[in-house]
């Protein structure tokens, strides 16, 4: 499993990369000289984002789209992520549905 991540960095700057290992990579960044160059004088850095990908392949190709976004469409990608991670399940109320209603 590969993964695209978007790390919010100590000066509010944002950093996408990929990796495998989430926790390893996260915990570079921030404590190591493995980290990126960029976000070396830039700590502490936190995870701000993250998607899942099946291979390699797809992580790159949505780590460029990400990169190529303007700062507040990632903003906004990352505040929607947040938004989805923070609702807690519906549970079903019961009542008919609108395909299972009598048709009169």
């Known amino acids: 499993m590969w993964y695209v991540y978007i790390l919010e960095c100590k000066?509010?700057?944002l950093y996408t990369g990929v990796t495998t290992d989430l926790k390893r990579r996260l915990a570079e960044h921030n404590t190591s000289g493995l980290g990126?160059?960029?976000t070396?004088?830039?700590?502490?850095l936190?995870?701000?984002?993250t998607i899942k990908?099946?291979?390699k392949s797809g992580a790159q190709k949505e780590e460029s789209r990400i990169k190529?976004?303007?700062?507040?469409k990632k903003i906004k990608l990352i505040a929607n992520y947040d938004e989805f991670r923070s609702k807690k399940?519906?549970?079903y109320q019961g009542g008919a549905r609108s395909s299972d209603r009598e048709k009169i």
């Open 11 to 13: 000066d509010k700057t």
């Open 53 to 55: 990908k099946k291979n």
């Open 36 to 38: 990126a160059k960029y």
């Open 89 to 91: 399940p519906r549970k």
């Open 68 to 72: 190529k976004l303007s700062r507040v």
């Open 40 to 44: 070396k004088g830039r700590r502490p």
């Open 46 to 49: 936190k995870l701000a984002y």
